[in-house]
């Protein structure tokens, strides 16, 4: 149980394009999701926590109008990266928690994004 | 916020010695510590987590100990196979918020 689902893997897209991924949790609802992106060697950083039917809460540094973020059932959520520059290449992740007191996240496979 | 530190950055074992990563946070409304693996080019994987009313939790040959006072907590692993090698993260959960910590490359040798 507890699978998460992320398309596309990888994609090459050239400067000034939009590039929209898939985040789906497969067997459970997920009332929170959240996409994190981590450059190469380094750790995950939280951009912005999702929940379904309301508007995503982004940390600090991170803006919205490029990272949109829509959460529009239990079991998906999308990111799309609008006007994608070269400094946007990395690898985005999302995890998805289930409702109620459970803590944990479960991770997608992520989805590396190279902007040419 | 939350500040995650982990150490070491990097550390080699030989096969079937014990690996010790250590983590310290630095907010006492973090509840919910996991540790997560993620071999290269691939998804973080959950191993152990603990929460704040339990101080050590053991799965199999892997432990993770948790001190409260000291916001310090680490994590075991005995009985090292090559399989172990990756990278591992800490992580602290406050209201439902993870912060990472920079991670540890374990690398096992035969």
């Known amino acids: 149980g507890a699978v998460v689902s992320q398309h596309p893997s990888r994609v090459i897209c050239k400067s000034g394009t939009s590039v929209k991924i898939e985040c789906r949790s497969l067997?459970?609802?997920?009332?929170?999701m959240f996409w994190y992106r981590q450059f190469p060697k380094q750790s995950l950083m939280l951009m912005a926590t999702?929940?379904?039917?309301?508007?995503?809460?982004?940390e600090q540094g991170v803006e919205k109008d490029k990272f949109l973020i829509n959460h529009a059932s239990l079991t998906l959520s999308t990111l799309t990266v609008t006007s994608a520059h070269p400094e946007d290449s990395s690898f985005y992740i999302c995890?998805?928690?289930?409702?109620?007191?459970?803590?944990?996240?479960?991770f997608g496979p992520g989805t590396r994004l190279l902007v040419l | 916020g939350e500040n995650v530190e982990q150490h070491p950055s990097t550390l080699s074992v030989q096969e079937g010695d014990s690996a010790v990563i250590k983590c310290t946070y630095s907010d006492s409304a973090s509840n919910y510590f996991p540790w997560y693996k993620q071999e290269l080019g691939k998804r973080p994987q959950l191993i152990i987590d603990?929460?704040?009313?339990?101080g050590e939790k053991k799965d199999q040959r892997i432990a993770v100990t948790l001190n409260k006072t000291a916001k310090h907590f680490s994590l075991h692993i005995t009985e090292t196979q090559p399989e172990d090698s990756a990278v591992y993260f800490c992580?602290?959960?406050?209201?439902?918020?993870?912060?990472f910590g920079a991670g540890t490359q374990v690398v096992v040798t035969p």
């Open positions: 067997d459970f609802q997920a009332t929170t």
């Open positions: 995890s998805a928690r289930g409702g109620g007191y459970q803590e944990t996240q479960y």
């Open positions: 992580a602290a959960s406050t209201w439902g918020k993870l912060q």
């Open positions: 603990i929460r704040s009313n339990v």
């Open positions: 999702s929940n379904e039917g309301s508007k995503a809460t982004y």
